[in-house]
């Protein structure tokens, strides 16, 4: 039996009641302390001895970081907001249709009532929905530090590789921020799963502007097939001359399928998730573009 594995590793514990006393806990962790917010992906990797963090600096008391707000940008959303007061929070709704959709794919609503938005991202597990999510939207995340203050980090440079961002050992990030839309806008979040609320084997965030026919803006990201979801456009697809929508979904889904190296597991092999990889991103790009057409960038599930 490996009971013995359910049973987490020694460490100190404080729960601050500041954001300043818990950068001084972490800077004072010299490397040895984790933040902790929701939990949810944090206490399994102690209980699998796959984090052994000597302290765990717990932010729930610090007041401030629930928030879900709107400014003349965009959405901010609290360190300390949970996947399903997001997924059910009215301007989430109104304002972010690709969060909202990629939300409803995490797990189920036990999971998501105790995982956090932000903590999926810093977590930044490949397979995870919200990375890609933060990448179609130009998300950006809000680190602060004690001794040089907070920086911004932009989506595209955050994500380094499997569970590696680019946060520094003292930081904390307080917010993500998920710019407006544009008015031409369409989204779509897609995935397959073996069954509901499993990881996914592959994921597509997508969105497309356009103009009448004419695709002006393209950009997607996948899940489940690499060390960390990378942002993929008109320009990087090689498609930047093939504005007209006709043909062009399609010939997007082969170009993402030939570029990939997937991983291989006993959930599915490199040729189904390259295949996968083809389908969805087709899918997800057409679906894109007719919500932009329909709803005026109101694209939702």
Sequence with gaps: ??????????????????????????AAGDGEARVLAGGQSLIPMLALRLARPSLLVDLRRVPGLAEVKEDGAGLRIGALTTELVAERDPL???????????????????????????????????????????????????????????????ARDFFLGPFTTALEFDEVVTEVRVPAAPPAEGTCFLEVSRRPGDFAMVGVAAAVTREGDRVVDLRLALTGVG???????????????????????????????????????????????????????????????????????????
């Design 1 to 26: 039996m490996l009971s013995w594995l359910l049973k987490l590793p020694p460490f100190a514990y404080r729960a601050p009641e500041s954001l300043e006393e818990g950068l001084e806990l972490l």
């Design 92 to 154: 989430v709704r109104a304002r972010s249709p690709l969060l909202l959709e990629a939300l409803d794919f995490i797990g189920h609503p036990a999971i998501r009532s105790r995982g956090t938005v932000v903590g999926s991202l810093c977590h930044a597990d490949p397979a995870a929905e919200l990375p890609a999510a933060a990448l179609v939207l130009g998300a950006e995340l809000t680190a602060r530090s004690l001794g040089r203050g907070s920086r911004t980090i932009p």
């Design 227 to 301: 060390d960390r979801p990378r942002l993929l456009t008109l320009d990087e697809l090689g498609l930047e001359g093939r504005a007209s929508s006709e043909g062009l979904f399609s010939e997007a889904g082969r170009s993402v399928g030939a570029r990939l190296r997937p991983p291989e597991d006993l959930h599915a092999s490199a040729t189904y998730r390259r295949h996968l990889s083809t389908v969805l991103t087709e899918r997800a790009l057409r679906t894109a573009f007719g919500r932009a057409d329909i709803r005026g960038g109101a694209a939702g599930a």
